[in-house]
């Protein structure tokens, strides 16, 4: 069985597993949702400033709601079961591309769920939908890499995964912000699609690269 | 015992210390500018010892060799110190200067970011007690981190920011006086000898920490007290 056909049969079993136990759909999209709601009562309730700060309130939800995402109990990350996949000869890469594959269209879907929720409660100038298609799927991917990487360093998450996540996250953070402020003013944002882009190739080179001494270094 | 490189250390920031107080003062600001004979090799020094927390993360990946790892980790303790040092002096600086402790400004926000990635780094590499695990994990964490190094560096070019572009590393003469220009370089001289001290001090308090924690997994019994050595007649009772 070739390396992609191991991810790919990683990614549907922890989308099955995701699609039973339901924890990004059922519990962070609505805990996402309620930081939207509760954002405003400490800011004030304005609704132009609530329309001009809701996209930057969006990117910080995601970014500190996507580390949950990326640190759930995964089908894989149980010792008993990664032990398995190391005995049946799965390549440590495979399951580093099916862990943040399954992320990336996690946090996508929780990027638009809590998208259209950001939207109902500021009312902000949306622009470049053609643009956006390509911008969260570049961030999603991104926060999954990194999400995976710091999930398999402290193996397995814990406390640690998020102060690990959270700051290196920030160039993502300023990607997608700056992308979304350039479609609201119409200025070019090509620049900020190649950052974004930039990190997500590195990420995936740092994550596919450094599998193999994760996993043997994992207990 | 000293060591020449300590002695070297200790004489390098004796002169860049006099250096910094003998050279006038800058024409505008007066001597608040003599902060910078400070925050300036102190974030110079940030990326040093993170660049060679990088390097250093490489090959040890590379070569499994502990030896790298403890490289590693101490010069990412000492960029702490000395990130925290720049961010410190910055807004003793920034206080007058600009009439504020602190400001949103691109370079300010990034570079604390990567204090806190390198606080998570050291924090890492504290949350595991095997040297051989340790070293690995810390390794691929080492090299992501240095992902925030290049966009700490170029944010002044990236972002209109406060905090001023590159005065020396740039195309073209320097933006200084001679003068001023030789004291800060004599502080970046003397700090840059610092750091080669304190990381080989740190690197074999690094060495004595495992070789300490290996001798007491010796000590450990193999099986617990379930097995015994044999025993001679009447001593268990």
Redesign the interface.
């Known amino acids: 069985m070739t390396v992609w056909r191991q991810a790919a049969f990683l990614l549907g079993f922890q989308l099955r597993d995701e699609l039973r136990t339901g924890e990004v759909i059922a519990v962070v999209i609505p805990f996402g949702s309620i930081a939207l709601l509760v954002i405003p009562m400490a800011v004030g309730i304005e609704t132009t400033l609530l329309a001009s700060i809701g996209p930057g309130m969006y990117w910080a939800v995601v970014l500190l709601f996507g580390v949950v995402v990326t640190q759930r109990r995964t089908a894989t990350s149980n010792p008993s079961h990664r032990d398995a996949l190391v005995l049946l000869g799965v390549d440590p890469a495979a399951r580093f591309a099916a862990t943040a594959a399954a992320s990336a269209l996690l946090l996508l879907l929780f990027e638009i769920g809590v998208g259209l929720v950001m939207i109902v409660l500021y009312d902000p100038v949306v622009a470049g939908w053609g643009w956006l298609a390509l911008v969260l799927p570049l961030v999603a991917a991104g926060l999954a890499m990194l999400g995976t990487i710091a999930g398999s360093v402290t193996d397995g998450g814990g406390a640690l995964a998020p102060l690990l996540v959270a700051p290196l996250a920030i160039p993502i953070l300023l990607g997608a912000a700056q992308a979304t402020e350039g479609l609201r003013l119409g200025t070019g944002i090509l620049r900020w699609i190649l950052v974004l882009a930039l990190v997500d190739v590195v990420l995936a080179l740092a994550g596919v690269l450094t599998a193999r001494v994760l996993e043997e270094s994992s207990r | 015992m000293k060591r020449p490189i300590e002695i070297a250390a200790a004489g390098t920031m004796l002169t860049a210390l006099v250096a910094g107080l003998a050279v006038p003062p800058d024409a505008v600001q007066g001597d608040v500018q003599r902060i910078m004979y400070v925050h300036v090799p102190s974030a110079w020094l940030a990326y040093l010892a993170f660049g060679v927390t990088l390097i250093a993360s490489v090959a040890h ?1 590379r070569t499994r060799d502990l030896r790298w790892d403890r490289r590693a980790g101490a010069s990412a303790e000492i960029g702490v110190v000395f990130t925290g040092l720049a961010l410190a002096t910055g807004m003793l600086w920034g206080k007058p200067v600009w009439g504020v402790w602190w400001t949103w400004d691109a370079r300010l926000v ?1 570079t604390a ?2 204090f ?2 390198y ?2 780094y050291l ?2 590499r504290r ?1 595991t007690d095997d040297p ?2 340790r070293g ?6 080492g ?3 240095a ?2 190094i290049p ?1 700490v560096h170029f944010s002044v070019v990236w972002w209109r920011s406060l905090h001023q572009p590159p005065t020396i590393l740039r195309p073209g003469e320097p933006q200084i006086d001679p003068p001023l220009l030789f004291a800060l370089l004599m502080a970046v001289t003397a700090f840059t000898v610092l750091y080669a001290a304190l990381l080989r001090r740190r690197v074999e308090l690094a060495e004595a920490e495992d070789a300490l924690l290996t001798t007491a997994r010796i000590e450990e019994p193999v099986a617990g007290s379930a097995v015994v050595g044999p025993l001679s007649r009447g001593e268990g009772a």
């Not at chain 2, 690995?136 to 964490?141: D, E, G, Q, T």
């Open positions: 990946l990034l970011a990567m806190f990635v606080l998570a924090a890492l949350a051989v695990i690995k994990r810390s390794a691929v964490f090299i992501v981190a992902l925030q966009v």
